[in-house]
């Protein structure tokens, strides 16, 4: 007979194929209803910007239609983000289940880039996403999103002020572009960095976000242990250009993070290969190839994506338009949203693991 346990008993063998555990034990097949040949269920994901979200339908399908009655199979996805783990000693943000940091050894590798555009491509998921801009050096987030001269309101709060953050593309943003004057020294901007970044995280009404996505400082240095220090942070990713020195030095960020026990969840090599807008079947190893891979191999960290070198992407920036809204169909904005679901699964994995 068709009945809810019936449905849930087919569908035990199914994995998710990231946490390798069986659907039905992780709780994520919900609401199962049966009419007459036709079976319904919700399937609750571990992230909206799920990977593998039409593998892992296709499978339920497959496992439900094999039971004898079965006509029609429908599936509603949706997704809870799991929070990460509590750290002893560290205080995490109220309403905020997941901080990741995008970081770098050097500076100029599209480190921006890459955490503007993956915010983004978590967003248009459906995933709650604020992005915090602690870059002291170059704050160029809010002009890649769209919000130069946009100016966070401050509302007094019980426990004193609170920041409203900018808003674009479905992303909440508070940068220190916003509140620092950009003619004054980096020289005085630092001893401000520590005290600012903490205001960040805590005096902000980020309201519930399942990622806040941080834009660091390129090297390893004080932003870098503020953070680090705060907060417990899901995972770091380290953005790299595929030369020698750049990977040298996007391997000192990773012994960093690892020495102060924060999950690196993999590299991402910018600026990897050229594609001529006149020409965009060919491509070109400006700055070498294979670099990242060769990183990932011996670091053994994940490779989680290559970004092209492509005008388009650097135009979309400079006109607060990222390349994953302005050209979902480039390589680029292809690139960055595999990269943003990737970072998502395994942000997800570590939540589980
Ligand atoms: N793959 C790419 N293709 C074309 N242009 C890119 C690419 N990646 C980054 N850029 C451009 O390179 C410049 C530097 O990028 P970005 O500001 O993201 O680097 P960064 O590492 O954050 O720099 P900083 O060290 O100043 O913070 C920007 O103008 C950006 O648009």
Excluded: H
């Excluded at 609170?162 to 980096?186: C, H, R, T, W």
């Excluded at 976000?209 to 242990?225: E, F, N």
């Excluded at 000192?252 to 600026?271: A, D, H, P, Y």
């Excluded at 190893?285 to 990932?296: V, Y």
């Amino acid at each position: 007979m068709l009945d809810t346990q019936s449905i849930l008993d087919v569908l035990r063998p199914v994995q998710d194929p990231e946490l390798q555990k069986s659907l039905v034990e992780l709780n994520m097949i919900r609401d199962v209803q049966i009419e007459d040949g036709k079976v319904s269920f919700t399937l609750v994901l571990t992230t909206p910007a799920c990977p593998l979200r039409e593998f892992i339908v296709d499978d339920c399908k497959k496992a439900v239609k094999q039971l004898p009655g079965v006509e029609k199979v429908d599936v509603t996805v949706t997704a809870e983000t799991p929070k990460q783990k509590e750290v002893p000693d560290k205080q995490s943000v109220f309403g905020i289940k997941n901080i990741i940091a995008i970081s770098s050894g050097k500076g100029g590798v599209g480190k921006s880039t890459v955490a503007v555009n993956v915010a983004v491509a978590l967003a248009s998921s459906g995933a709650k996403v604020g992005l915090l801009d602690a870059d002291i050096y170059g704050p160029n987030a809010p002009m890649m999103l769209g919000l130069t001269g946009a100016e966070v309101k401050v509302q007094q709060g019980k426990a004193g002020d609170i920041l409203e953050p900018a808003f674009n593309y479905g992303v909440k943003m508070v940068s220190m572009g916003f509140l620092i004057n950009p003619d004054q020294p980096v020289i005085w901007r630092g001893p401000m960095l520590n005290g600012i970044i903490r205001q960040f995280l805590y005096q902000v009404s980020w309201g519930s976000l399942d990622y806040l996505i941080v834009d660091m400082p390129p090297g390893t240095g004080d932003a870098q242990l503020t953070l680090i220090q705060a907060v417990p942070i899901a995972g770091a990713v380290i953005v790299t250009t595929p030369q020698n020195v750049s990977l040298l030095d996007a391997r000192r960020g990773l012994k960093m993070f690892q020495q102060m026990g924060v999950n690196v969840l993999g590299i991402v090599e910018n600026m990897s290969y050229f594609i001529p807008p006149d020409l965009p079947d060919r491509n070109y190893d400006i700055f070498g190839s294979g670099g990242g891979e060769k990183a990932s191999r011996e670091l053994q960290i994940p490779l989680l994506g290559c970004v092209p070198l492509e005008i388009p992407l650097r135009e979309g920036g400079d006109q607060g338009i990222p390349i994953v809204i302005s050209n979902e169909e480039s390589a680029s904005a292809k690139a960055l949203t595999a990269i943003a679901q990737q970072i998502a699964a395994k942000v997800s994995i570590a939540a589980y693991a």
